[in-house]
């Protein structure tokens, strides 16, 4: 039932108003979210009801149990060692899933078949940061990144950095053309 | 309270009709612009090669464009255009003077025109929505002055005692507008085409999105909904639904809306207690929104079934149903969590959309559709393509907002995969590209429907025009002028108890809407309430913007790099700002604190990653990289949909203003010395040249690269989040 308006003389360019009471659904809607709105501020803002952490306090624990289970993780299970990267070395597919891998992340730097361009040069006997399976490894996980190699241990999972590693020393020798002179010490291991 | 006296006299009034009709075609090529650079930008996405390597069409240019033009150039001509024509009508007064509203038409399309010939030359203040020079912030303030005289000025000559509901909308749009454009366009001038926010870093992200989001609400609703009110009861001949929930919603609509503004800036380092305020009234916003829907709606109570013959209607009907969708949508995407997927995908471009497509569109089109027949005294060319139009712009909309539905949620799931060993699951940012480039097809089909719908309607404008009689203005009888009233003693008389004449608060507000000013100043108040409690202290009290002792203000060089930055839109696709979430932690680094960024005028945390976040890109690659990504970024990502800028390698870098910006900037407040100033040349010409020398030595890049922008760019890259750079673990 529509309430009567407040006197007005002639419809506005004949345009009528009706008075209908306001939706109760509508009212009680309105009224929950303005509830809610303040009940939030209380939550979030003070410590009345309930200890809140902010949303960085928040970040920081699930970091901090990020790494804890990383670390746990880790020294249960060393990522690598010498001795099975070189049996991997044999394994069926691993070489072409490395070849894969570093045709996709890594010729922007190191060029197609590792000679080198942004990154040093991968197919000579020079390293920066020692030529045994494993330190190439090592160099690929935890990356330099002062000097713009990416830490791939954070966007590659261990065994894809086992291929791409067993990959880099399939190169060696190979003297692709436009090779990058040489950078780095001997290192023939 | 009413005046017997001179019932009889009646006078002859004529309406300016002639202006409206201009302005109706205005909004008719600007709607065609505006939505067919929307068209190019949208396939530019697609494919990055539609740019055809020209600078001045390149996305980060033109996306700015297209804003303008649909905001400024179709939404605010439409607004003019509707507000014109009903309001002279609902006042029974011709527009209060013809000059003025000359000076309103022309100034407004030469800022329009101005602004198509600055943003693809790259002149913009990288200030969302407010991208306009300096020059032409002073334009917008004075046409809009110009505008207000001229409206106010009309119901201060008007016939009727009270003013209708659309009234009070136009009125607080007309306020509110002028208040935000100058507080968001405080600038300091560097040169005739460049200024830099008086605001940086946090300080100047609030206020840009309580401008941005007030921008949606006072340019894009509050018009919008007085449309609505004037133009749904006119068509389908029924009275308004309910008196009394138009003066509900329309003050709790003013008042709620403006606090919304920081959910823009969810998890970012505006202070939490910002955040948290812009989401809870956010959610208090949705019945105040559904108020005008309801209103809307239920206008047609026992008339749906004209709805099927009358694309007036259809257009108005579905109009106010997408306001409801996205008045729904709006405050869910506000909420933290949800806005934790939403925010920096195409989700947001979605919901945008439902509101721009949807709702403005289609009200501005219903609204088109009414008057064209009456203001050119006959009737429209074809009713069947007017339906049409409807049915296809209808069907483009659905392809628009579906795509970007799945297209934000892919993204934003694939970002956020990290295994339980703690390591990204799509650690390349631009696998998440490549996943959701068949919905930018789907997307560009569906503006490209709704585009069609556009050129009907305006071929179908077009015929009705040139088949009409010549065009006049309205001639009517109107009363005479009222005696005005005294306010105290409408309000004491309100006051007394009258049976039948509605509630107390009916009454008393009938008598406000006898006083346009008065609800004008009230309307201001409304708004200034959350405005002042939530600048104020972000602006004022330090606690809300840590200093860190770490972050420096820019080199020189750097500084022009930003320029540059800034001028190739850089920021439309790019963030610098990484939020508090482990995914993000481990793409981009530790989260981003408001010290960081309180040399940045403007601010550059940006609002979409179509590319990934750049706040800590700094000495991530060495120089060659950007060197070579910059000539052609498929050349280092093979699947990157980034516009190539070969031109920076080429062009000189511009260094005639650079100690220029540095003097700017101190005055703002960025602690340069004199002799910073005074050997800001030799230095940035001393650090270009250590960058070229390191792209020589990396990539045999000739020294003549020292000169050009790329370096200037280079460094800029090179230096962000270098400053609080804490060993990536």
Same mark, same amino acid.
């Given at each position: 039932? +529509?309430?009567? *308006?407040? &006197?007005?003389?002639?419809?506005?360019?004949?345009?009528?108003?009706?008075?209908?009471?306001?939706?109760?659904?509508?009212?009680?809607?309105?009224?929950?979210?303005?509830?809610?709105?303040?009940?939030?501020?209380?939550?979030?803002?003070?410590?009345?009801?309930? !200890?809140?952490? +902010?949303?960085?306090?928040?970040?920081?624990? $699930?970091?901090?149990?990020?790494?804890?289970?990383?670390?746990?993780?880790?020294?249960?299970?060393?990522?690598?060692?010498?001795?099975?990267?070189?049996?991997?070395?044999?394994?069926?597919?691993?070489?072409?899933?490395?070849?894969?891998?570093?045709?996709?992340?890594?010729?922007?730097?190191?060029?197609?078949?590792?000679?080198?361009?942004?990154?040093?040069?991968?197919?000579?006997?020079?390293?920066?940061?020692?030529?045994?399976?494993? +330190?190439?490894?090592?160099?690929?996980?935890?990356?330099?990144?002062?000097?713009?190699?990416?830490?791939?241990?954070?966007?590659?999972?261990?065994?894809?950095?086992?291929?791409?590693? &067993?990959?880099?020393?399939?190169?060696?020798?190979?003297?692709? /053309?436009? /090779?990058?002179? /040489?950078?780095?010490?001997?290192?023939?291991? | 309270?009413?005046?017997?006296?001179?019932?009889?006299?009646?006078?002859?009034?004529?309406?300016?009709?002639?202006?409206?009709?201009?302005?109706?075609?205005?909004?008719?090529?600007?709607?065609?612009?505006?939505?067919?650079?929307?068209?190019?930008?949208?396939?530019?996405?697609?494919?990055?090669?539609?740019?055809?390597?020209?600078?001045?069409?390149?996305?980060?240019?033109?996306?700015?464009?297209?804003?303008?033009?649909?905001?400024?150039?179709?939404?605010?001509?439409?607004?003019?255009?509707?507000?014109?024509?009903?309001?002279?009508?609902?006042?029974?007064?011709? %527009?209060?003077?013809?000059?003025?509203?000359?000076?309103?038409?022309?100034?407004?399309?030469?800022?329009?025109?101005?602004?198509?010939?600055? *943003?693809?030359?790259?002149?913009?203040?990288?200030?969302?929505?407010?991208?306009?020079?300096?020059?032409?912030?002073?334009? &917008?303030?004075?046409?809009?002055?110009?505008?207000?005289?001229?409206?106010?000025?009309?119901?201060?000559?008007?016939? $009727?005692?009270?003013?209708?509901?659309?009234? @009070?909308?136009?009125?607080?749009?007309?306020?509110?507008?002028?208040?935000?454009?100058?507080?968001?366009?405080?600038?300091?001038?560097?040169?005739?085409?460049?200024?830099?926010?008086?605001?940086?870093? #946090?300080?100047?992200?609030?206020?840009?999105? @309580?401008?941005?989001?007030?921008?949606?609400?006072?340019?894009?609703?509050?018009?919008?909904?007085?449309?609505?009110?004037?133009?749904?009861?006119?068509?389908?001949?029924?009275?308004?639904?309910?008196?009394?929930?138009?003066?509900?919603?329309?003050?709790?609509? &003013?008042?709620?809306?403006?606090?919304?503004?920081? !959910?823009?800036?969810?998890?970012?380092?505006?202070?939490? @207690?910002?955040?948290?305020?812009?989401?809870?009234?956010?959610?208090?916003?949705?019945?105040?929104?559904?108020?005008?829907?309801?209103?809307?709606?239920?206008?047609?109570?026992?008339?749906?079934?004209?709805?099927?013959?009358?694309?007036?209607?259809?257009?108005?009907?579905?109009?106010?149903?997408?306001?409801?969708?996205?008045?729904?949508?709006?405050?869910?995407?506000?909420?933290?969590?949800?806005?934790?997927?939403?925010?920096?995908?195409?989700?947001?471009?979605?919901?945008? !959309?439902?509101?721009?497509?949807?709702?403005?569109?289609?009200?501005?089109?219903?609204?088109?559709?009414?008057?064209?027949?009456?203001?050119?005294?006959?009737?429209?060319?074809?009713?069947?393509?007017?339906?049409?139009?409807?049915?296809?712009?209808?069907?483009?909309?659905?392809?628009?907002?579906?795509?970007?539905?799945?297209?934000?949620?892919?993204? #934003?799931?694939?970002?956020?995969?990290?295994?339980?060993?703690?390591?990204?699951?799509?650690?390349?940012?631009?696998?998440?590209?490549?996943?959701?480039?068949?919905?930018?097809?789907?997307?560009?089909?569906?503006?490209?429907?709704?585009?069609?719908?556009?050129?009907?309607?305006?071929?179908?404008?077009?015929?009705?025009?040139?088949?009409?009689?010549?065009?006049?203005?309205?001639?009517?009888?109107?009363?005479?002028?009222?005696?005005?009233?005294?306010?105290?003693?409408?309000?004491?008389?309100?006051?007394?108890?009258?049976?039948?004449?509605?509630?107390?608060?009916?009454?008393?507000?009938?008598?406000?809407?006898?006083?346009?000013?008065?609800?004008?100043?009230?309307?201001?108040?409304?708004?200034?309430?959350?405005?002042?409690?939530?600048?104020?202290?972000?602006?004022?009290?330090?606690?809300?913007?840590? %200093?860190?002792?770490?972050?420096?203000?820019?080199?020189?060089?750097?500084?022009?790099?930003?320029?540059?930055?800034?001028?190739?839109?850089?920021?439309?696709? !790019?963030?610098?700002?990484?939020?508090?979430?482990?995914?993000?932690?481990?793409?981009?680094?530790?989260?981003?604190?408001?010290?960081?960024?309180?040399?940045?005028?403007?601010?550059?945390?940006?609002?979409?990653?179509?590319?990934?976040?750049?706040?800590?890109?700094?000495?991530?690659?060495?120089?060659?990289?950007?060197?070579?990504?910059?000539?052609?970024?498929?050349?280092?990502?093979?699947?990157?949909?980034?516009?190539?800028?070969?031109?920076?390698?080429?062009?000189?870098?511009?260094? +005639?203003?650079?100690? /220029?910006?540095?003097?700017?900037?101190?005055?703002?407040?960025?602690?340069?010395?004199?002799?910073?100033?005074?050997?800001?040349?030799?230095?940035?010409?001393?650090?270009?040249?250590?960058?070229?020398?390191?792209?020589?030595?990396?990539?045999?890049?000739?020294?003549?690269?020292?000169?050009?922008?790329?370096?200037?760019?280079?460094?800029?890259?090179?230096?962000?989040?270098?400053?609080?750079?804490?060993?990536?673990?």
């Amino acid at each position: 039932m +529509s309430d009567k *308006l407040p &006197i007005q003389d002639k419809p506005y360019d004949g345009i009528q108003e009706d008075n209908n009471p306001l939706p109760g659904w509508w009212k009680t809607i309105l009224y929950a979210c303005t509830v809610f709105a303040i009940a939030y501020m209380v939550v979030v803002h003070t410590d009345f009801l309930v !200890h809140s952490r +902010s949303d960085m306090q928040r970040f920081e624990h $699930e970091i901090a149990a990020m790494r804890f289970r990383q670390d746990s993780i880790r020294a249960l299970k060393p990522p690598f060692t010498y001795a099975e990267l070189t049996k991997l070395r044999t394994e069926q597919g691993r070489l072409s899933e490395g070849k894969g891998l570093f045709t996709d992340k890594c010729v922007a730097c190191h060029a197609a078949g590792g000679a080198g361009n942004i990154g040093p040069n991968l197919t000579d006997n020079f390293w920066l940061h020692g030529g045994r399976i494993d +330190s190439v490894a090592l160099t690929i996980l935890n990356g330099v990144s002062a000097k713009g190699m990416p830490t791939w241990g954070n966007m590659l999972s261990d065994e894809q950095i086992k291929s791409l590693a &067993i990959y880099v020393k399939s190169l060696h020798g190979t003297n692709p /053309a436009n /090779a990058k002179p /040489a950078q780095g010490v001997l290192d023939t291991l | 309270m009413h005046e017997p006296t001179q019932q009889n006299h009646l006078d002859k009034v004529s309406y300016n009709d002639k202006v409206t009709r201009y302005f109706l075609w205005a909004t008719l090529v600007w709607g065609f612009v505006g939505m067919l650079v929307g068209i190019i930008i949208a396939s530019e996405l697609a494919n990055w090669r539609v740019n055809l390597g020209i600078p001045e069409i390149t996305f980060g240019r033109l996306r700015p464009l297209h804003t303008n033009a649909v905001i400024f150039g179709f939404a605010c001509n439409a607004f003019f255009t509707a507000a014109y024509y009903s309001t002279q009508r609902l006042v029974k007064a011709r %527009l209060y003077s013809d000059v003025l509203s000359w000076i309103h038409f022309w100034g407004w399309q030469a800022i329009i025109v101005s602004a198509a010939l600055t *943003l693809p030359f790259g002149i913009t203040t990288a200030k969302e929505y407010a991208e306009l020079e300096w020059p032409i912030d002073i334009a &917008i303030t004075l046409i809009w002055v110009v505008f207000a005289v001229n409206y106010v000025g009309t119901l201060l000559v008007r016939r $009727e005692k009270h003013i209708y509901v659309s009234i @009070w909308f136009y009125l607080a749009s007309i306020v509110t507008v002028a208040a935000l454009h100058i507080v968001n366009s405080a600038e300091i001038p560097v040169s005739f085409l460049k200024s830099y926010s008086l605001y940086s870093g #946090a300080q100047d992200a609030l206020i840009q999105w @309580w401008y941005g989001h007030n921008a949606v609400a006072f340019v894009l609703t509050t018009p919008f909904l007085g449309m609505m009110y004037y133009f749904i009861p006119k068509a389908v001949g029924r009275p308004v639904y309910s008196y009394r929930l138009s003066i509900v919603h329309f003050w709790s609509l &003013i008042f709620i809306y403006i606090w919304a503004g920081p !959910h823009h800036l969810h998890y970012t380092a505006l202070p939490q @207690w910002a955040q948290s305020l812009g989401m809870v009234f956010s959610v208090v916003l949705w019945m105040p929104s559904w108020g005008g829907m309801i209103n809307g709606l239920l206008t047609l109570r026992g008339a749906w079934d004209r709805v099927r013959q009358d694309p007036v209607l259809k257009f108005l009907v579905a109009g106010v149903t997408f306001y409801g969708m996205s008045t729904f949508e709006g405050p869910l995407m506000a909420i933290k969590s949800v806005n934790a997927i939403s925010h920096y995908t195409d989700w947001t471009i979605g919901h945008v !959309h439902s509101g721009a497509l949807g709702w403005v569109g289609f009200i501005s089109f219903g609204c088109l559709y009414w008057m064209v027949p009456k203001l050119y005294r006959t009737k429209l060319h074809s009713v069947s393509w007017a339906t049409t139009h409807f049915w296809i712009a209808t069907i483009g909309i659905v392809f628009y907002i579906v795509s970007m539905w799945i297209s934000g949620i892919t993204q #934003a799931l694939m970002l956020q995969a990290v295994t339980t060993d703690g390591k990204l699951l799509y650690p390349d940012f631009v696998e998440t590209v490549a996943a959701i480039e068949p919905y930018y097809y789907m997307r560009l089909l569906g503006g490209l429907l709704y585009f069609s719908g556009i050129v009907l309607g305006i071929v179908n404008f077009w015929k009705t025009m040139r088949s009409a009689p010549a065009p006049q203005d309205e001639t009517v009888l109107v009363p005479a002028r009222f005696k005005p009233s005294k306010l105290t003693d409408d309000l004491a008389h309100a006051t007394e108890s009258v049976a039948d004449s509605g509630t107390l608060i009916d009454r008393l507000h009938h008598v406000l809407e006898s006083k346009p000013v008065v609800l004008t100043v009230l309307s201001l108040a409304a708004i200034g309430v959350g405005s002042v409690i939530e600048i104020v202290p972000t602006l004022f009290i330090r606690d809300n913007v840590p %200093l860190i002792a770490t972050v420096k203000p820019y080199t020189p060089l750097e500084l022009e790099g930003r320029d540059l930055y800034i001028r190739e839109g850089c920021y439309n696709c !790019h963030s610098q700002m990484v939020r508090p979430f482990k995914d993000e932690y481990l793409r981009y680094g530790a989260p981003s604190r408001p010290g960081e960024s309180v040399y940045d005028h403007p601010f550059q945390w940006g609002s979409k990653r179509t590319g990934p976040d750049l706040a800590r890109i700094g000495s991530k690659y060495p120089d060659l990289w950007h060197y070579r990504h910059m000539r052609n970024p498929r050349d280092i990502s093979s699947k990157s949909i980034m516009p190539i800028f070969p031109w920076l390698l080429e062009n000189k870098l511009d260094g +005639s203003h650079t100690a /220029a910006k540095l003097q700017a900037l101190k005055k703002v407040g960025v602690p340069y010395q004199q002799e910073d100033i005074d050997s800001a040349s030799v230095h940035r010409d001393r650090q270009a040249l250590e960058i070229a020398k390191r792209l020589n030595e990396q990539g045999g890049v000739s020294l003549t690269v020292a000169d050009k922008e790329i370096t200037a760019l280079i460094a800029y890259l090179q230096r962000l989040g270098t400053d609080t750079k804490v060993s990536v673990p």
